[in-house]
């Protein structure tokens, strides 16, 4: 069965500085990933996916990730945040080949950003 | 084009009630997922119904909970005679193939009291 964690719950910085969000998973397989946000008060987004291709992939709003297969990571960055950016982030992995293609989440990462 | 929508998004029972979650999925989309979020804890898929089938149902509790979606109208998620432990906020989700991404509506938030 796949698993996704996620590092760190609770995430507080300042306006400007980066972010990165650690994202592992377990799963022998072929996996897509994806990042997902839900700003306070709204549903799920999708910040941005990987396929295939490109490990290196950009997301809206500035954000990027890179698929390490190797440490089976997909960690989620961004050089500056925003106040905006306040939210709770979600890493998520589905198995293309499994029938049921449901995602498995990380527990999340609220991430807080002091004006 | 209309997202994902979800009704009610606020659902309040009685222990022992039965509760009726409502998706509309995308238009176009005919894969409609659910998956439940307990407080403090991330999203836990459910079930995956495509028009007329129950896929998978792997993450479904065994007993009170079901769900279907008729060729016609919305998918359900059904909760009989529910607890204090199911309240917790339900997501529906919708995508146009298996293999594609998933859109996410509102969620229904139901408390058990």
């Known amino acids: 069965a796949q698993s996704v964690s996620q590092h760190n719950h609770h995430v507080i910085l300042s306006e400007a500085a980066s972010l990165e969000l650690g994202c592992n998973y377990s799963y022998g397989g072929t996996v897509n990933l994806f990042w997902y946000v839900q700003y306070p008060g709204q549903h799920l987004q999708l910040l941005l996916k990987?396929?295939?291709?490109?490990?290196l992939v950009k997301g809206i709003k500035g954000f990027e990730a890179e698929f390490i297969k190797s440490k089976f990571s997909f960690n989620l960055r961004k050089p500056s945040v925003q106040w905006s950016d306040t939210a709770e982030y979600f890493c998520a992995v589905a198995a293309p080949n499994n029938a049921g293609n449901m995602l498995t989440f990380g527990g999340g990462t609220r991430l807080m950003v002091k004006p | 084009n209309a997202g994902v929508m979800q009704n009610p998004r606020h659902l309040v029972r009685r222990r022992g009630q039965e509760a009726r979650l409502r998706c509309s999925p995308m238009?176009?989309?005919?894969?409609v997922y659910w998956y439940r979020q307990l407080p403090e804890e991330g999203l836990k898929f459910m079930v995956y119904l495509q028009k007329e089938n129950i896929i998978d149902e792997s993450g479904m509790p065994k007993e009170r909970f079901s769900a279907e979606f008729p060729k016609e109208g919305p998918s359900i998620l059904r909760i009989q005679q529910v607890v204090r432990g199911d309240s917790a906020a339900y997501f529906c989700?919708?995508?146009?193939?298996?293999?594609?991404?998933?859109?996410f509506g509102p969620g229904t938030r139901l408390t058990v009291t």
């Open positions: 238009k176009g989309h005919s894969h």
């Open positions: 990987y396929f295939s291709g490109d490990p």
């Open positions: 989700a919708s995508s146009w193939d298996r293999g594609n991404e998933q859109y």
